[in-house]
């Protein structure tokens, strides 16, 4: 079941969103889709660069044309599936993501912070939102640390935009980042 709400930011998958009196971090789970789809846009160019040239030099030559009509396919079914691929994704950039893909919600009201069940973690004071590294990639993560625990709660991507967009709706609604 999809939650109601607004869309603050989101990057590869990963989302903030407001229901007026939370704030709710959730990962969908789709950050692959962004590296699928440059992976296929960039097979598709390759594929269909490379059959032209074929089909190109096979006019003049008498050779090739088999070779070049078969990469030029290739080329096109990879691009459809790209665009496959990101249709699906732009429905996705739609939805306000459901309870099961919350990881953290910051209460505003009540001013603590939960499960996603809505177990009290901590009081909001009590709670450090900063940046932090990710293995294997070059963006950062922002990540939330309180007494007796700790998450990230939001990815940048290359593929997919920064934390900083968090980091803003953060200090927006007066909590601090550090």
């Known amino acids: 079941m999809k939650a109601k709400g607004h869309i603050e930011c989101q990057s590869a998958g990963w989302v903030l969103f407001s229901d007026g009196r939370r704030l709710v971090f959730a990962n969908r789970g789709t950050a692959y889709r962004r590296v699928a789809l440059f992976v296929l846009a960039l097979l598709a160019l390759i594929f269909t660069a490379n059959g032209v040239y074929w089909i190109a030099a096979g006019m003049r030559s008498g050779g090739g ?7 030029t396919a290739a080329g096109v079914l990879t691009g459809l599936a790209a665009q496959w691929t990101w249709t699906v994704e732009k429905q996705d950039l739609k939805a306000v993501p459901g309870r099961d893909q919350w990881i953290l919600v910051i209460d505003l009201e009540a001013r603590h912070v939960e499960a996603r ?8 004071d009590a709670v450090r939102f900063s940046p932090v590294a990710q293995l294997g990639s070059s ?6 640390t309180w007494p007796g625990g700790s998450a990230v709660v939001y990815r940048g991507s290359p593929f997919g935009g920064s934390w900083t967009a968090a980091r803003d709706v953060l200090r927006r609604h007066g909590i601090e980042v550090g």
């Open 65 to 71: 044309l088999v070779l070049g009509a078969i990469l």
């Open 117 to 124: 069940h809505g177990e009290v973690l901590a009081p909001l």
């Open 139 to 144: 963006s950062r993560a922002l990540g939330a």
